[in-house]
């Protein structure tokens, strides 16, 4: 119920038009040990689209992706793919590589649930200029979309605002609408794809739930019903693609996400792990010992 209850919260999300300037501060890149990069290095070669699955609000996966960009670009990658309204791009592009210093609203008025913080906006800055000059995709739906699937689920004579006729959505409502952004996510993403080389490969990073390639939760448990996934209809609208998850996961630390900041509480963990696995969700896990806070230009807010 709390994975439904943050994907409420992210649908009844507005964006507003007020835009700022702010300097976005540099991050150092998260070290990974040898063998996990030729582990991760062994992961990419084979993949087309490399997805990897978050929690959301974390300073280490944005920090993951910059300690890889020179590795993954010599092997073919050079798009970032991300978890943000699809009409937030250009912009995006625009402050990332320079041509504009006005911070784009998903960053400006961030959500709640952790992912508009400045790690990831200043991974994207290091991915779209010199030398790497990686593209950009934002595949998740826009407002307006998230606010029409849900003004269409709502009874013809419904009275109130949106926002108290959504708190009254059934969980049945709020897993089809969980359905129908993860479905939106992969068309979107395969359009947006479609513009660019078809050799180039890409990373894209979404909350962990989205980056599942199969299913193996209980019958009858919340997660069961939320398939498929954005990776998982990937794979199966574009066979064609070699698509690979990664669930990146942290043992101890904290993260920004619900509005607040939470703890990882997990196993003793010393060392970055990364390993394949079997009979599981995703293809491999990446496991950290230790995660932070994410940071944000401005207060989260819903």
């Given at each position: 119920?709390?994975?439904l209850k943050?994907?409420?919260?992210a649908?009844?999300l507005?964006?507003a038009t ?5 300097t ?7 070290p ?5 990069q ?5 992961l990419?070669?084979e993949?087309?689209?490399?997805v990897l699955?978050e929690?959301?609000g974390?300073?280490e996966?944005p ?7 020179p ?6 990658y050079?798009?970032?793919a991300l ?7 250009p912009?995006i592009a625009?402050?990332a590589k320079g ?11 961030p959500?709640e649930?952790?992912r508009g913080?400045?790690q ?7 991915a779209l200029?010199?030398p790497?000059e ?8 826009t ?9 269409e689920?709502l009874?013809?004579?419904a009275?109130g605002n ?12 709020i897993?089809?609408l969980?359905?129908?952004?993860d479905a ?16 180039l490969k890409?990373v ?10 199969a299913?193996?939760a209980p019958a009858k ?5 939320l398939w498929?996934s954005?990776?998982a209809?990937l794979k199966q ?11 990146v996961q942290?043992?101890?630390?904290e993260y ?5 900041v ?13 390993r394949p ?11 950290l ?14």
């Open positions: 119920m709390n994975y943050s994907i409420l919260v649908l009844m507005l964006s007020t835009r700022a300037e702010v976005v501060p540099e991050q150092p890149s998260y990974l040990p040898a063998d996990v030729q582990s991760l290095k062994t990419a070669i993949s087309d689209i490399l699955g929690i959301h974390t300073q996966v920090a993951i992706v910059e300690e890889l960009l590795t993954l670009t010599k092997l073919g050079g798009a970032l978890e943000v309204p699809r009409d937030e791009q912009a625009a402050l041509n504009s210093s006005v911070v784009p609203t998903f960053f400006a008025k959500g649930d952790g913080n400045q990831v906006l200043a991974m994207v800055r290091r200029r010199p790497y990686w593209k950009l995709i934002c595949f998740d739906g407002n307006d979309d998230m606010m029409r699937q849900m003004m689920r009874p013809k004579d009275k949106i926002a108290e006729q959504a708190a009254k959505f059934s969980p049945d409502d897993t089809a969980s359905l129908q952004r939106t996510m992969a068309k979107n993403f395969a359009e947006e794809r479609k513009k660019l080389p078809a050799k890409v894209a990073i979404c909350g962990n739930v989205h980056a599942r390639t299913n193996h448990s919340t997660l069961k019903a498929p954005f990776a209809l609208n574009q066979p064609h693609w070699q698509v690979r998850s990664v669930n942290a043992f101890s630390g920004f996400n619900g509005g607040k939470n703890k990882f509480t997990g196993r003793p963990l010393t060392k970055v792990e990364a696995t079997a009979d599981a969700d995703w293809d491999w896990e990446l496991n010992p230790r995660a932070t806070a994410a940071t944000f230009l401005a207060s989260p807010k819903d």
